[in-house]
């Protein structure tokens, strides 16, 4: 019988992991195969049946038991990226003429699916500012069905009143849904503060190799199976390789994000008192407004921060130029240390006023710290700027 593991450190390894193992398999055995025999007397339900697109292979399974464990869940299901967990979740909970408030400043996909999708779908929504309970219950309606807010937000790095997220959802009968994949489980569990569905885009920390497209939904078992139906339909599956790659990645998420943790916060220092800064967004910084609510709800402050520099746009050009350390591309999370303009990546399909409401500046950059020597990194930082 599986046993639960205290520590975080001790789920990534052990958690979920088959019992027996497979073969006597160290390492959980790729099953590349699209479908299983099937033995029966001809009347075997839907269910009983293995297959790749309805996510019930060896491998989707044992992957599913880790990343529920990981959050303190009953169940996990994973996807074919992050923005397949992310609208297929949505689409399980809302369906035609329903209404859905959503945080101000989410990650560029969401942002689009919701402002430019949800119509098709005969979807309503209302998108309300993260940090101000007071004013949310204004844009309630009777259709209503769902809060979407994100752990820590892309790329602004605010951090909503996610304890009164959920009990608002509570209070009223909604859904509430997190995108919790800036934090990460080792940083914060949402269901352990009443979210109902946790989401990751596992291509980013999970996962923590840049290597993979991955997502994971997490919450009860009764909500993440209406997920999977939905999934089964839609086609957002998991490839058994790439399950693999994310399995292997989890083993080591507990050190990789401690140690992020501990770099990007001194990254961030150096970058708040350097002259050619102009301001840096990082929750971690006792100066920052957020810092308050991150030190409640959070055992860290993750490895994201945003800045912009004096000069604007063209300064950041210049610094990005010059920088050897990080590498210029989108993306987060993974060992190696990234940057980019999201104003030209991540949220580019935002409109102009759309950016500039939430704080998103043409020459903003947004930093992902990796697993390299943090004096190394702030050197190479130190060089791009004087330069």
Known sequence: MARDYQHIETKVIH?????PRMNGAVTMPIFQTAMFETRSDGDAAY??????????????????????????????????????????????????????????CTYGG???????????????????????????????????????????????MSVSDLAGT???????????????????????????WGF??????????????????AGAVIGSAALVEQVRQNLNHLGGSLDPHACYLLHRGIKTLALRVRYQNVSALAVARFLDEHPAV?????PGLIGNPHHGRAAEFFDGFGGMLSFDLEGGAR????????VELPVIAPSLGGVDSLMTIPARTSHRLMTPDERARTGISDGMVRMSVGIEATDDLIDDLQRALEA
């Open 278 to 282: 102009a301001n840096v967004n990082y």
């Open 166 to 192: 959920a009990d608002f959802a509570k209070e009223h009968g909604l859904i509430s849904m997190i995108d919790n994949t800036f934090a990460s489980p080792v940083n914060f569990r949402p269901i352990e």
């Open 110 to 156: 969401t942002h689009s699916f919701v402002t430019h999708e949800f119509a098709r779908y005969g979807i309503a929504y209302d998108i309300i500012d993260g940090t101000d309970p007071a004013s949310w219950k204004a844009k309630l309606r009777p259709t209503t069905r769902a809060i979407y807010v994100e752990a820590i937000a892309n790329p602004v």
């Open 15 to 19: 958690a979920g992991e088959p019992h």
């Open 47 to 104: 269910h009983d049946l293995r297959y790749i697109r309805l996510n019930n292979t060896p491998n989707h399974v044992v992957l599913g038991a880790k990343i529920a464990a990981l959050e303190n869940a009953e169940a996990a299901l994973v996807t074919g990226s992050g923005m397949a967990a992310i609208s297929t979740a949505l689409l399980t909970i809302l369906k035609t003429g329903d209404h859905l408030l959503i945080q101000d």
């Open 196 to 213: 109902d569905l946790s989401l990751h885009s596992c291509t980013k920390y999970m996962n923590g190799h840049n290597d993979i497209v």
């Open 315 to 322: 300064a950041a050009d210049r610094m990005l130029d010059r």
